[in-house]
């Protein structure tokens, strides 16, 4: 049973550029959350999809935007980096849009903007 | 073990004493919480869920304990062992909305 996974690992992009961050959720899953989370903090949430929309999104810029499939991975796309932007991106996945419903997580992936 | 400002709080054990973990929530409207752990470059690990309809759960060598008068929750680790080391963070949700964290609690076990 796949937990869940994200690509790339790390990556190193210049201020400006553009980048897709890849999740597959655990199998049997269907929703997929985001996350950043800066050196020394908690996540903090970005967007979550189901059924191929997003459903709730946290206080993000419109630099954030995310996609999901109709095999329930999901991407997460940047615009403009920032240098604030380095981070570690955290995918999660759930069954089902309900309330106490636990969130698994993937490895990450780690962000540089230079 | 609760967070203060942008400082990760530290808590030194030593090996086989009994760890407690002390997170503070914010909205009383939470209805369920979640430990999770994280070891340094990897994603937060799943520990223990509780929901706001019981005070006390427990897991292996880990109870989770909720008190919704303070807005209180905390993990304790039995017989903490040199792999417990990592960051450990509470996590709460209300209703439908989504995973709120806290800014987490270092815990250091040394041999």
């Known amino acids: 049973d796949a937990g869940v996974t994200q690509s790339p690992t790390h990556l190193i992009k210049t201020r400006g550029q553009q980048v897709t961050l890849r999740c597959s959720p655990k199998?049997?899953?269907?929703?997929v959350s985001w996350y950043q989370q800066a050196l020394g903090q908690g996540p903090q949430f970005i967007f979550q999809?189901?059924?191929?929309?997003?459903?709730q999104r946290g206080n993000f810029p419109d630099r954030f935007s995310g996609h999901q499939f109709p095999n329930y991975s999901s991407e997460l796309n940047v615009n403009a980096l920032l240098l604030g932007d380095s981070a570690l991106y955290l995918c999660?996945?759930?069954?089902?849009?309900?309330?106490?419903?636990?969130?698994?997580f993937g490895p990450g992936t780690r962000l540089l903007v230079l | 073990g609760e967070s203060v400002g942008l400082h990760l709080p530290t808590l030194s054990v030593q090996e086989g004493d009994n760890s407690i973990i002390n997170c503070a929530y914010s909205?009383?409207?939470?209805?369920?919480f979640i430990w999770y752990k994280q070891e340094s470059g990897k994603g937060p690990q799943f520990i223990i869920d509780?929901?706001?309809?019981?005070d006390k759960r427990q897991g292996q060598r880990v109870t989770v304990l909720l008190n919704k008068t303070v807005k209180h929750l905390s993990l304790q680790i039995a017989a903490t062992q040199p792999g417990d080391s990592a960051v450990y963070f509470c996590a709460e949700r209300a209703g439908y909305s989504t995973l709120t964290f806290g800014k987490g609690t270092m815990l250091l076990v040394s041999p």
């Open positions: 999660a996945s759930s069954l089902k849009l309900t309330s106490q419903e636990t969130q698994y």
């Open positions: 509780i929901r706001s309809n019981m």
């Open positions: 909205n009383s409207a939470s209805d369920y």
């Open positions: 199998s049997g899953h269907d929703t």
């Open positions: 999809y189901y059924e191929e929309e997003e459903r």
